[in-house]
Each structure stands twice: as C-alpha cells, then as structure tokens.
C-alpha cells in the first residue's frame, strides 16, 4: 500500500488483505488550529481499529509526508511525532513560522485510502513599517498635513490614530472625537492647536498591539498678550513692564521706545519683561514690547507708562527790570504729572487775571508746561513780587520774580531793558527751594528775590 507525497512514493506491504479483520476509521474530526508566529502547535488525528494499519501526517498544499507511525519523514526539525496507544497521533510543530499556515491531513493507508484535513492557521502580530509610515513633520501653520501609517501582520491590523497627550481631535466638520480610523490621517489647514504628539497605533487582536510616536510641529509667527496696557507708578519706584508671546519656533522678545529713543538707565531690554529699578519722568512714555522668530511678520504690543510725581518749577530769571510803559514776560517752567493747574499770584496772594494789561500764557507738552505772564504797559503799581504756582494731587510748589523798574536815566533807547542773572537758576519743589541764591548784575539775591 502506498502514501502519496511530492515525489516520494513509500511503500508498505501488507501481506494479504484476507488478515485484516478490521476496517480502522477515524474517531473525531481534527479540530483546526490557530496559532501565534513562534509558538507551537498541535494537530491530533484519533483511529479506531486501525490493525495492522499505518497512519501518516503530509502537508496538503506541497504533497509532502511528514511522518509515518512514529516515524518522522520531513527533514524540517521542528516536526515531530507523538503516538500514543496506536490510536492517537499529534503532530507537532515548534517555533511556528508564517510559511507552516496551510491544510494539513491524516491518512490512513486502507485501500481505498482514508484522511481527514485539519487547517493550521499562524497569526502574527501587527509590525509597522519605517516606510511609508510618516516620520515627525514640520509645516507651516494654514498648511495641509496627511500622516501615513502602514504595517503587516495576519489578520490584517486596523490603523488608529490618537494624540499623545489624549486631547481631542477636530474633524473637517467641526466634530471632535478622540481617535480616527484608517491608514491616512488629514488635517486641513493646520494651526497652532494640532501641535504635538500622534500616535499611530496597529492592532489585530493579536498582542501586543503596537504604535509609532509622530510629532508634528506647526511653524507659526509670534503673537503677544499684554495684561497691562497702561502702567502707572510714582517716580522712583520700581516698575516692571510685562508680555507674554505664543510662537514657534520660540520666539525673542525685546522692548524699545515707541518712537525708538534709547532707555535711560537701563542696561538690558530683552526678554517678556523690562524691569527699570527707580523710574523717573524721563522714563514716561510709549514702550513697545517686540517678538520675532524668523516666522513672518515681527509682531509688537504698545504699554503706556505713567510716572506720578508732584510739581516742580524752575525760574530762569529771578529778577526782571522794566521802565513804565513797557510791555514785560515773566516766564517759568513746571513739570508735573498727573498734569498740573497752573496760575500766577501777586506778592499779597491774590491770582492774576486774565485780561486787561494781564496775559498768563500756557505752553504744554506732555507732563512739561511753559508759563509766561505778559504785561503789556507796565506802571508803577506793577512792580513786585510775582509768584508761578503749580498744584496737582501729590502736591504744590511755586516759584518767585521780581519785577524792579529801571530808572529812565539808564535806558540810551526806548527799548525796554531785562537785567539777566549770571549765576545759579532758581529751581523749586514741593519740598522747597532747591539753589536759593542767585548774583544779579553782582548783587546777591536771596530765595525771596530781595536784594
């Protein structure tokens, strides 16, 4: 009686059919099997009355003997036999490969012959591919992005995308969901919010189920938030100017002067904050706080800083001559912010008004006021003391003139004469005189203006 396999013919006799006194049948069906690559598996082929019978396995798609009896064929050493009680035979394959998945079948050799088939089936596990599987990106914000994701693996795996960190993702639509099916993931003008970690995650039911990290970076220009806009601070204190900016790559922030003039006493300007450690009035003004990463275009945001500080005033000129008739203009200078109120006084008090022989000038720009007093005809009465006052909420100060008449015998023309100081220049504060004497025409004057 022969096996048939894939150019072996094997031959065993049998003597004479008329010994036979049974016909040997198979007791089950061989239960398929399914088996992980790398493992072992077990296909069991049960006989009744097989007599002097012999059982063989053979591969069905090569018509290849594996075994016969307890015999194995193959040449492959990772089959063997188990034969137990002439009535069970298993075989076995170790250390299972893609290649062993096929129909394998138990004969009997009776004539007409009997078999059974059993399907081996191997499953892997998912394994992703380096190509075409996207590796991390970078793109400009607007831009469109397809991730790829391919791997193999039996059965096939399913593809399912996830970010990272577990937020959500947005569909075309508006619909956010937290993980997306296929091979391809797109995302339709990406921005700033779809930066990060992807996850490309294959599974079959086979474990482990496996996953490759994407990272996809979004370039966008820099965009600034400024809490404060407009700051304000008493001179003298310490003030910190502060932005914060969005941008990638990370961009670098520095501060100027709206109208680009250098920053008094400050040695660095760079960073999402300026501090000036005692601010002063001449650090009043427009700051612009900038940011740039090479991302088109340069962004900025403007802060206002306020600096609080009470009156102050400086006289020119301490002491005025005139002659009757003529017409005179006392001037002094304050600063002051919050801005101040502005008058003159007589040397009894009472305010100068407007009108008439009198007309107090005011000439301001930003916390800096110009006061002038003309005097069109001056007479007699006019003579005195004249006192430039300035008041705001953090206090008070003035600032005094004497206005002398010039006897007529000194005077070679009509032209009214002004005897100037050569000396030191009146300045004073809420907190009083700060030079007190000034030298007239080589005569010393005292804070009063009195000679």
Known sequence: MLFGGKGVDITIETHSLLFFSVDPKFSMPINNVTVPIGREAILTCVVQDLGSYKVAWLRVDTQTILTIQNHVITKNHRVAIVWAEKKTWQLKIKDIKESDRGWYMCQINTDPMKSQMGYLDVVVPPDILDYPTSTDMVVREGSNVTLKCAATGSPTPTITWRREGGESITLPGGAEVLSVEGSTFTISRVNRLHMGAYLCIASNGVPPTVSKRIMLIIHFPPMIWVQNQLV?????????????????????????????????????????????????RLHMGAYLCIASNGVPPTVSKRIMLIIHFPPMIWVQNQLVGALEGQKITLECQSEAYPKSINYWTREKGEIVPQGGKFEPVLLDNAYKVVMKLSIKSVSQSDFGSYKCVAKNSLGDTDGTIKLYAIPPHTVGSGESQVSRPRGKVLRKDGNGLLDANTIVDGVVVDGDGQL
């Open 232 to 280: 304000g601070a008493l001179e003298g204190q310490k003030i910190t100017l502060e932005c914060q900016s969005e941008a990638y790559p990370k961009s670098i922030n520095y501060w100027t002067r709206e109208k680009g003039e250098i920053v008094p006493q400050v040695l660095s300007v760079e960073g999402s904050t300026f501090t000036i450690s005692r601010v002063n």
